[in-house]
Nanobody, 116 residues
């Protein structure tokens, strides 16, 4: 069964840091193009960052550049998102996505709230 499971979300104060993880199973993780998306309340889902199969980040949303870092560990079938200098506007549900040709898999998301 193909599955992506995100974890690491929670409540953090503005200016804080957090690392999200996404563990993949049932697929050849090292072949997949991986991305983090987020969806804030009342807003559309948006791309946060992407990374290719070799581990090279391909793009970041302008709103997170310089604060967030995407990475992956193919040996652990895990995608990461290191988030620093968090802002209230980063509050959202964060999803990971795996793509390989016509295969497209989403996780169920992990919520992040940035608030004092």
């Amino acid at each position: 069964q193909v599955q992506l499971v995100e974890s690491g979300g929670g409540l953090v104060q503005p200016g804080g840091s957090l690392r999200l993880s996404c563990v993949a199973s049932g697929l050849t993780f090292s072949s997949y193009f991986m991305s983090w998306y987020r969806q804030a309340p009342g807003k559309e889902r948006e791309l946060v960052a992407s990374i290719n199969a070799e581990g090279v980040p391909t793009n970041y949303a302008d709103s997170v550049k310089g604060r967030f870092t995407i990475s992956r560990d193919n040996a652990k079938n895990t995608l990461y998102l290191q988030m620093n200098s968090l802002k209230p506007e980063d509050t959202a549900v964060y999803y990971c996505r795996a793509r390989y040709f016509t295969k497209d898999v989403w996780g169920k998301g992990t919520p992040l709230t940035v608030s004092s």
